[in-house]
């Protein structure tokens, strides 16, 4: 059974860092696609980044230039460095992975807080 299990969230004061992993388990493959979501209070879940298995990023306007998605295939796990923080960042976030097949995994969230 695949589990994805996110870690790094966090309080963070506005401007700062941090950085969040996601450990895939129970598959020796290599998922097609990892990548992040997020969950404001009050709104609906949004795509924040996405990394392909060949490199391909992707990355939501409001995050461009100051999020980083990398990835460890050996390892299945997907990171998002968060840098410049804003208050509007502050959300649960969510691992995902899709494999060859098409089947899509979540996480369980991880609560990012950024507020002085």
């Known amino acids: 059974q695949v589990q994805l299990v996110e870690s790094g969230g966090g309080l963070v004061q506005p401007g700062g860092s941090l950085r969040l992993s996601c450990a895939a388990s129970g598959t020796m493959f290599i998922f097609n696609v990892m990548g992040w979501y997020r969950q404001a209070p009050g709104k609906q879940r949004e795509w924040v980044a996405t990394k392909g298995n060949r490199g391909t990023t992707n990355y939501v306007a409001s995050v461009q230039g100051r999020f980083t998605i990398s990835r460890d295939n050996f390892k299945n796990t997907v990171y998002l460095q968060m840098n410049s923080l804003k208050p509007e960042d502050t959300a649960v976030y969510y691992c995902?992975?899709?494999?060859?097949?098409?089947?899509?995994?979540w996480g369980n969230g991880t609560l990012v807080t950024v507020s002085s």
């Open positions: 995902n992975a899709v494999s060859s097949n098409g089947a899509n995994y």
